[in-house]
């Protein structure tokens, strides 16, 4: 059972390692969806937000995670 | 099936993927190895991998009663976070905030936590060894089932299998210079973060979840690749 515990927690640790970026990306994704679905976005549009997007979300974590914590 | 060109991202980022988990998986076993012979290290990894190939083989036939959107939109969701995720880790190590992932130090820790186990426990060390190596294979060798379940499924399907097996010989190359395994290790994962990120939203996993389907072919996906 310990076992089968440390397997769920390694593939959940895999995927949403990183609280804050994970649910910004879930809200992107939810957000492009919604335009896509709804308001009639380009699907190509939708997969460009998408993309640069998710590296914009991504250049502003690692530029969080580079900052000086105050000691 | 499609061209080579088209699902070379595929077979890459699995290829990759599998590498990283490969090199992690043996450090543990040797780890294991080192402390208690090579016995209970292999009986370890065997029963590692045979719990492995059960779990492919009850579970595997399973994702096909899953509706193909829910899967694709499930898939595409999880690939760019997976990606994200190492890619935001390779940046922290490149730029040096966080330490490269050094597999000597995880070696020495993995041999400490086992002899501690064992006089923890009050269970032999060969029993320790033994199951520190099946729990060291199971969970690397579910995490490549997903990556690969996760790019290779769709068009490019059995297309990602070739890429695992091309793996294993790495996994007799990895002992023999430390250097190189860390730099190919850091390396493997920065590269395979890449093309799974690129691969993930460009793919249109989970544009085609809604119900959708996918017009634009691989190519603009594939220069996305190559910057």
């Excluded at chain 1, 992107?28 to 998408?50: C, E, S, W, Y």
């Excluded at chain 2, 994200?84 to 330490?99: C, D, E, V, Y």
């Excluded at chain 2, 000597?104 to 269970?123: G, K, M, P, V, Y």
Aim: net charge positive.
């Amino acid at each position: 059972m310990a076992m089968l515990k440390e397997v769920a927690a390694e593939l959940i640790g895999m995927f949403f390692a990183e609280k804050r970026l994970t649910l910004e990306v879930l809200a992107l994704v939810a957000v492009t969806g919604l335009l896509v679905d709804f308001v009639g976005l380009d699907a190509l549009v939708g997969g460009v937000i998408l993309l640069f997007g998710s590296l914009g979300l991504l250049i502003a974590s690692v530029c969080q995670a580079a900052r000086p914590r105050p000691s | 099936m499609g061209s080579w060109s088209a699902v070379a991202p595929a077979v890459t980022a699995a290829f990759l993927a599998s590498i990283v988990e490969a090199v992690e998986a043996f450090t543990i076993v040797l780890a294991a190895a080192t402390l208690r012979g090579w016995r209970p290290a292999a009986l370890g990894t065997t029963a590692g991998l045979a719990l492995l190939a059960a779990i492919v083989l009850l579970l595997g036939p399973l994702l096909d009663r899953v509706p193909i959107h829910l899967l694709q939109l499930a898939i595409g969701i999880l690939l760019p976070l997976f990606g994200l995720g190492w890619l935001r880790k390779a940046s922290l190590r490149a730029a040096g905030i966080i330490p490269l992932h050094d597999e000597d130090a995880i070696f020495a820790s993995e041999a400490a936590d086992l002899a501690e186990q064992a006089n923890r426990q009050r269970r032999s060390l060969g029993w320790a060894a033994g199951i520190t190596a099946l729990k060291a294979v199971l969970l690397e060798g579910v995490e490549v089932v997903f990556i690969v379940i996760a790019v290779g499924a769709g068009p490019a399907s059995g297309r990602s299998l070739p890429a695992r097996w091309c793996s294993l010989p790495e996994l007799s190359s990895t002992g023999r210079c430390r250097a190189s395994r860390r730099i190919l290790s850091n390396l493997a994962s920065a590269s395979c973060c890449r093309l799974s990120e690129c691969f993930g939203p460009g793919k249109g996993w989970a544009s085609p979840g809604p119900g959708r389907t996918w017009h634009y072919s691989c190519s603009p996906r594939c220069s996305l690749v190559r910057v």
